[in-house]
């Protein structure tokens, strides 16, 4: 198989339906063999992780942490889908509340590295944030 790029890609927030299938995307759509999972819940991101490797994707370095600092050392892209999902009950204003808490987080683990390429969108049924970050050079 063909890479775009051998450089590590860390998705974060990959124990979440989002980002395990931006994981799986990523690999099939052959853009590095150097992937990092990463997401605070460690058994639901183990479980992500295996069932990648049983997917036999070849020449696949799949790793994966619930350690931020790891997943983001040596890493040149990194793509965010961490979030919390919106609950019954929860008002948009709710959820933006909680994942706007997470963001901060997770911007504070990146501010020492230097990243450019930032994206972000809305669905119509989520309030969704999607982030892609590229190490600048």
Known sequence: MEFVTNE????VGAAGMIGSNMAQTAIMMGLTPNICLYDPYAPGLEGVAEELYH???EGMNITFTSD???ALTDA???VNSGGAARKAGMTREDLLK????IAEEFGKN???VSYTHLRAHETGRNL???L???KKK
Do not use: D
């Open 8 to 11: 590590k890609l860390t998705i």
């Open 55 to 57: 997917c036999g994707f």
């Open 68 to 70: 931020i600092k790891e």
């Open 76 to 78: 040149k892209y990194i």
């Open 98 to 101: 909680g994942n706007a808490a």
């Open 110 to 112: 990146v501010k020492a």
């Open 128 to 130: 969704v944030c999607r």
């Open 132 to 134: 892609l970050l590229e």
